[in-house]
């Protein structure tokens, strides 16, 4: 996996988890008020875990950067 896959990918779990974020408000009658606050916090601490990976492989030199497994 190049940098350029591995951080599409981030970016494309980071819009899954914010789409998430904006449809969860519809289910607060079926979850419950604390349930929402608990998935809530959650998803942006995720979403907040996702940035920092960005930003330190992003800061990566590429040449030292690799994310395939050439151990096979």
């Known amino acids: ?3 350029e896959e591995g951080l599409e990918l981030i970016e494309n779990y ?3 988890l914010k ?6 408000p519809e289910q607060s009658v ?3 008020s604390e349930m929402i ?6 998803s942006k ?5 996702l940035e920092a990976i960005e930003k330190a ?6 040449s030292t950067l690799n994310l ?3 151990n096979n």
Do not use: C, H, Y
């Open 1 to 3: 996996m190049t940098l």
């Open 14 to 16: 980071k819009k899954g």
């Open 19 to 24: 789409k998430f974020l904006d449809t969860l």
């Open 30 to 32: 079926q979850l419950g």
């Open 37 to 42: 606050k608990t998935l809530t916090i959650s």
């Open 45 to 49: 601490n995720e979403i907040a875990n």
């Open 57 to 62: 492989l992003k800061r990566q030199p590429k």
């Open 68 to 70: 395939s497994d050439n």
